[in-house]
């Protein structure tokens, strides 16, 4: 072997033990920092909350009926410019459940990245909204790192479908769809109560949110398959909600609205969004367009 080989082996051979070197420490330094810092960190329901997360309702369930002690109903004019109302003690009847809709809220310029959540339509015409979303205290902004490493809890907010989707599709101006849900017989029921389940540990037991494994999108998951085992299966768009339309269409846990490409045309209800009046009822305006409901054609 050549003197010149030799020493190219010898250098490689070195900057190999130099990067394990490093990688080494860098190991070791985080398993410290999440020992000792992260993993201390005990969830709070009691903190100097953000106004928009400043409440975690709570479901009282009366037999068929269900009461949330708080519901969030803000009108948004910008980002900033808001009227900030909490609604008390609203009661819903659960035989008065009309449809179960599922929302894309498309917020940032990569397609995977998305805010995923649930409304629940009543006969009466009223349309709630429900989102698994990271608790934030005053001052403090979302970042999905941040999310990684214990500094959001895990808020379930429960609000009028034209405070949470009118907020995005106006204030924020996102891209946003409104699917139907496809629930078998009685699911709906148990889908609005596991909710409400769920609503009430988190408001007794705080939990961690975290950016990959506890997010909007599989806690939505855990909550179908708990009330249907396997309902949905673990696929990675699990984990990149802007891409959950196509697995739903193809599952069956959307409407077909005429193809996957019509069915999107026809969910996307932003553009519509910006035309509403403020006055009439938001729900009704973004639905002008779309298929009957089951339950009308009965």
Request: overall charge neutral; charged content about 25%; some cysteine.
């Amino acid at each position: 072997m050549k003197l010149l080989d030799i020493v190219k082996l010898t250098v490689l051979e070195l900057v190999g033990s130099l990067v394990a070197i490093i990688l080494m420490v860098i190991g070791i330094r985080l398993y410290y920092v999440w020992f000792t810092r992260i993993r201390p960190r005990i969830p709070s329901t009691d903190s100097d909350w953000n106004t928009d997360c400043e409440f975690q309702s709570q479901a009282i369930i009366d037999g068929d009926y269900i009461t949330f002690t708080k519901i969030r109903d803000f009108t948004w004019r910008t980002t900033r410019d808001r009227d900030e109302v909490w609604d008390d003690n609203v009661k819903f009847d659960l035989r008065e459940i009309k449809d179960v809709w599922f929302i894309v809220d498309h917020f940032h310029k990569i397609h995977g990245l998305a805010h995923t959540f649930l409304s629940i339509e009543f006969n009466d015409g009223r349309c709630i909204s429900i989102s698994f979303e990271a608790r934030r205290v005053k001052g403090e902004r979302y970042h999905p790192w941040k999310g990684l490493w214990r500094s959001y809890e895990l808020y379930l907010l429960i609000g009028y479908e034209r405070d949470l989707l009118g907020l995005r599709t106006n204030a924020r101006g996102n891209r946003d769809y409104l699917f139907r849900a496809v629930t078998p017989p009685g699911k709906d029921r148990q889908l609005l109560l596991a909710i409400a389940q769920k609503m009430n540990q988190l408001s007794e037991n705080a939990e961690w949110y975290h950016s990959l494994l506890t997010t909007c999108n599989t806690s939505i998951v855990k909550v179908v398959n708990k009330i249907t085992p396997g309902r949905i299966p673990f696929v990675w768009r699990n984990f990149l909600p802007g891409y959950t339309p196509k697995a739903a269409f193809k599952l069956g846990l959307i409407e077909d609205w005429g193809g996957l490409e019509k069915t999107l045309e026809i969910a996307r209800v932003d553009e519509l969004a910006k035309d509403w009046d403020g006055i009439s009822d938001y729900s009704t305006f973004i639905r002008q367009n779309m298929p009957e409901s089951a339950v009308d054609k009965q």
